[in-house]
T-cell receptor, first 110, second 113 residues
Framework: KQEVTQIPAALSVPEGENLVLNCSFT??????LQWFRQDPGKGLTSLLL?????REQTSGRLNASLDKSSGRSTLYIAASQPGDSATYLC?????????FGTGTRLQVFP | DGGITQSPKYLFRKEGQNVTLSCEQN?????MYWYRQDPGQGLRLIYY???????QKGDIAEGYSVSREKKESFPLTVTSAQKNPTAFYLC????????????FGPGTRLTVL
């Protein structure tokens, strides 16, 4: 059974720092890996999707990498801003559904 | 505007009552999903549907029921058999189950009084 873990559970950093969020999964037979952002009391917003054949994806200040053999993905946020404060969730895509991690709650303070 | 709508935003239920949460999408997506989110936990899949008139149980289907009579709509009923229904419920859709980006609605917060 696929299990997805995110470390750390919470992170607080000053504005401007570069930071890395981690996601690990137990079964390397995945279709894709997705990163989402969730603001308090809101739905999820898709940030990046990495297909199983890809190594990384980039969007603006965000870069996500995927290493299937080690069961790991990282989300790199460059030059963090207070507006980046949110919970970030990774999800592993199987044949017909996603398995979510518990998320990393990020706070960026001015 | 294309997107997913959920209603109501807040819902209060007395113990023993069934309630139905609405989810509508105009993205022309085939697949739709219902998740439950509890504080400090990730999303857990309740039910999903890959095509009209077909749906499958997720990881925590007990006490819930769904229907998929139209492509645009995937309502979720929380029955009195669900012992701990207070949670945040999220609906999502995608072009194909599992392999594509899922788009989420704004959620419904259900509280049992």
């Amino acid at each position: 059974k696929q299990e997805v873990t995110q470390i750390p559970a919470a992170l607080s950093v000053p504005e401007g720092e570069n930071l890395v969020l981690n996601c690990s999964f137990t079964d390397s037979a995945i279709y894709n890996l997705q990163w989402f952002r969730q603001d308090p009391g809101k739905g999820l917003t898709s940030l990046l999707l990495i297909q199983s054949s890809q190594r990384e994806q980039t969007s603006g200040r965000l870069n996500a990498s995927l290493d299937k053999s080690s069961g790991r993905s990282t989300l790199y946020i460059a030059a963090s801003q207070p507006g980046d404060s949110a919970t970030y969730l990774c999800a592993v895509g199987g044949a017909d559904k996603l398995i979510f991690g518990t998320g990393t709650r990020l706070q960026v303070f001015p | 505007d294309g997107g997913i709508t959920q209603s109501p935003k807040y819902l209060f239920r007395k113990e023993g009552q069934n309630v139905t949460l609405s989810c509508e999408q105009n993205l022309n997506h085939d697949a739709m999903y219902w998740y439950r989110q509890d504080p400090g936990q990730g999303l857990r899949l309740i039910y999903y549907s890959q095509i009209v008139n077909d749906f499958q149980k997720g990881d925590i289907a007990e006490g819930y029921s769904v229907s998929r009579e139209k492509k645009e709509s995937f309502p979720l009923t929380v029955t009195s058999a669900q012992k701990n229904p207070t949670a945040f419920y999220l609906c999502a859709s995608s072009t194909a189950a599992g392999t594509d980006t899922q788009y989420f609605g704004p959620g419904t917060r259900l509280t049992v009084l």
